[in-house]
């Protein structure tokens, strides 16, 4: 009995620890865009996005 406690109580802080490991994980993650997003200078015109169909439309 005490085998299978000490089983279940090894599962539960694995998973907690797995957790916690993706979580800061993520956290980073979402940091490392934010600054990213904050250093790549933003257009706000239509030629500026490639995928956009106006820029594919025009003529230039």
């Known amino acids: 009995m ?3 406690v000490i089983n279940d109580v090894t599962v539960v802080i694995f998973a907690i620890v797995l957790l ?3 979580s ?5 993650r979402t940091q490392q865009v934010q600054i990213t997003e904050a250093t790549i200078p933003l257009c706000h015109t239509a ?3 490639a995928m956009n169909p106006g820029h594919w439309l025009t003529d230039r």
């Open 2 to 4: 005490l085998k299978h």
């Open 24 to 28: 800061a994980a993520a956290l980073h």
């Open 20 to 22: 916690a490991a993706l």
């Open 47 to 49: 030629h500026c996005h």
